[in-house]
């Protein structure tokens, strides 16, 4: 079955630590986002990639880090810049839009909560 | 810049009816709806492509006034299920990042 997977489910971190957060997919899509989600709070986008090795900043961008090497993987690094990273951390893809605009949606990974001590 | 849903919360009983409205300041090309529970991914409902086209799925429904810059979800005979939180994300025209843009959510409750 195709979808998107990110690992680990929970994540617990001490401060001034960084940790790197999974998401892969087999959807063969080429575009892949990273998303946080506060309590109460819509979606956020950290960053995202519509190709491989190329990337960029979403609105929250400071204190993350993403590499995209591979079309299939997009991890995400929340370094010890980020001040505030406790938050559910979601990824998802989606076929990048033609030329008229967004006309294909994005599935979304099952999510990671960190947690920082 | 951020689509602004209204209500913020709902709490029907079994049956009943809602709507749910997505604002946006910008002209649209693409409204897309979600519904995610609680520690859960969002899932995908519905995406709207052009003005004035609504689209349904079993009891819940959805239009675009492209006009208007707004696209409602409607939701009849509620079940159970139904609880969560609904989400639209939205897609400007001209946009080529596929970027979408997450309104703030709002919370449905369907009691028995």
């Known amino acids: 079955d195709g979808g998107i997977t990110q690992s680990p489910k929970y994540l617990f971190r001490k401060e001034g630590q960084n940790v790197t957060l999974s998401c892969e997919q087999n959807?063969?899509?080429?575009?892949m986002y990273w998303y946080r989600q506060d309590p109460g709070q819509g979606l956020r986008l950290i960053y995202y990639?519509?190709?491989?090795?190329?990337?960029q900043k979403g609105d929250i961008a400071e204190g993350y880090s993403v590499s995209r090497e591979k079309k299939e993987s997009f991890p995400l690094t929340v370094t010890s810049a980020q001040k505030n990273p406790t938050a559910f951390y979601l990824c998802a893809s989606s076929i990048p839009p033609g030329p008229s605009g967004v006309r294909d949606t994005q599935y979304f990974g099952p999510g990671t909560r960190l947690t920082v001590l | 810049q951020q689509p602004v849903q209204s209500p913020q919360a709902v709490i029907l009983r079994e049956g009943e009816d809602a709507v749910i409205n997505c604002s946006s300041s910008?002209?649209?090309?693409?409204v897309h709806w979600y519904r995610q529970k609680h520690g859960e991914a969002p899932v995908f409902l519905m995406i709207?492509?052009?003005?004035?086209e609504q689209k349904g799925h079993d009891k819940i429904s959805a239009s675009f006034n492209e006009k208007k810059q707004q696209s409602s979800l409607y939701l009849t005979a509620s079940q159970l299920s139904y609880s969560g939180t609904y989400f639209c994300?939205?897609?400007?025209?001209?946009?080529?990042?596929?970027?979408?843009?997450f309104g703030q959510g709002t919370t449905l409750q369907v009691k028995p």
């Open positions: 910008k002209a649209l090309y693409s």
């Open positions: 709207l492509l052009k003005g004035g």
């Open positions: 990639s519509q190709i491989v090795n190329d990337f």
């Open positions: 994300g939205t897609a400007s025209r001209s946009s080529n990042t596929g970027k979408l843009i």
């Open positions: 959807l063969n899509h080429d575009a």
